[in-house]
């Protein structure tokens, strides 16, 4: 569900077709909460998308509108895969783009996790 001036969701977004099996994916973590796989064009050794299962454009939209019970799933999902594939020593990063100026491609909210190298400055020039 969308928030107040935000688009609608799109059924039909690539995201939802992963989750739907309807295109393939590499899964990584799959809960109640959450589903977890490589990003196909990968920007670090280790990228990895987690996305929620329930149906919410973006950030703005799962803060908002999500349960607190997907909310809490859903963080401890990411937690858990970073330490199943090991990455808390030397460490990685977590980003979710929301909106135009942060470049969100896809509309069904995800956090990207990205490890296995120094990953250098937080933000592009
Ligand atoms: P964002 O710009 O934050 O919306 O990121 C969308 C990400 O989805 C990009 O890093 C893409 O490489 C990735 N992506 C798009 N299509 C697929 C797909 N079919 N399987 C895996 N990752 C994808």
Redesign the pocket.
């Known amino acids: 569900m969308p928030i107040s001036g935000l688009p609608p969701y799109e059924t039909n977004n690539?995201?939802a077709?992963?989750l739907r099996g309807e295109?393939?994916?590499?899964k990584v973590y799959e809960d109640e909460w959450a589903f977890a796989?490589?990003?196909?064009?990968?920007?670090a050794p280790t990228?990895i998308?987690v996305i929620p299962k329930g149906a919410y454009c973006s950030f703005a939209d799962f803060s908002t509108e999500a349960s607190d019970a997907e909310i809490a799933g859903f963080m401890r999902a990411v937690g858990q895969i970073a330490r199943d594939l090991g990455l808390e020593t030397p460490g990685y990063r977590l980003?979710?783009?929301m909106g135009a100026h942060?470049?969100?491609?896809?509309?069904h909210f995800?956090v990207?996790l990205f490890a296995g190298k120094p990953l250098g400055r937080m933000i592009a020039e």
């Not at 796989?37 to 920007?43: K, T, Y």
């Not at 942060?102 to 509309?107: A, I």
């Open positions: 690539i995201f077709r992963i295109i393939p994916s590499k796989f490589h990003d196909i064009n990968p920007q990228h998308l980003l979710a783009n942060s470049g969100q491609e896809v509309p995800h990207h």
